[in-house]
């Protein structure tokens, strides 16, 4: 009579657990990494495709230059272990946008003078291409309303002032624009 003493291993690995994944970016390029069991198979699923295969490092670390397409894409790590038990990472979704951002001022115009107290505060007025994006004027956040467009009030010194306008979508995407007008009290 022959005993095995073989126990087979049906504990699956510990499931990926994923670094900082960007919610959006500019780039088709990202790199995906975090940990698992070490010494697993490592599988990078980008929209439930079969990307790339690794295997995790002696401290189960893994890392991946992935490359996603424009629009949304559902990244994923799956981790199989030598007895093909596997565990599945949270899916992470990731937004390619490449779009540039626009960023129109309707007011004021560039080169404007404003003369006496009552015109020491001025209105600056415009629109941005995409709605959820941020806007600061000079070191002041700018509410930009769901269709795009932003006023915001702003007090001026006497001489030249110069309002530089940044806009950023969460991709990364930017656009800038400097007015200078000038203030006589």
Known sequence: VQISNKIEDIIPPQ???????????NSANIVIE????????????????????????????????????????????RAVDSANNSSLSEVKMVTVDKEPLVLNVTSPKDGSEYIGKNSQSVE??????????????????VDVGRDGNFSHK??????????????????????EKIIKVVYSP
């Not at 499931?15 to 970016?25: D, F, I, K």
């Not at 110069?162 to 995407?173: C, E, M, R, Y």
């Open 15 to 25: 499931p990926p657990m994923l670094s900082a994944v960007p919610e959006a970016t």
């Open 34 to 77: 975090g940990y698992t069991e070490q010494g697993a198979d490592v599988e990078l699923m980008v929209n439930d495709t079969l990307n790339q295969k690794d295997k995790a490092k002696d401290d189960g670390s893994f890392s991946f230059n992935a490359t996603l397409s424009n629009g949304a894409n559902r990244v994923q790590i």
């Open 124 to 141: 600056i007025v415009g629109k941005v291409s995409k709605a959820s994006s941020q806007l600061i004027a000079n070191s002041s956040f």
């Open 154 to 175: 702003f007090l001026l010194s006497a001489g030249e002032n110069t309002i530089k306008l940044v806009a950023s979508d969460k991709a990364g995407n930017t656009a």
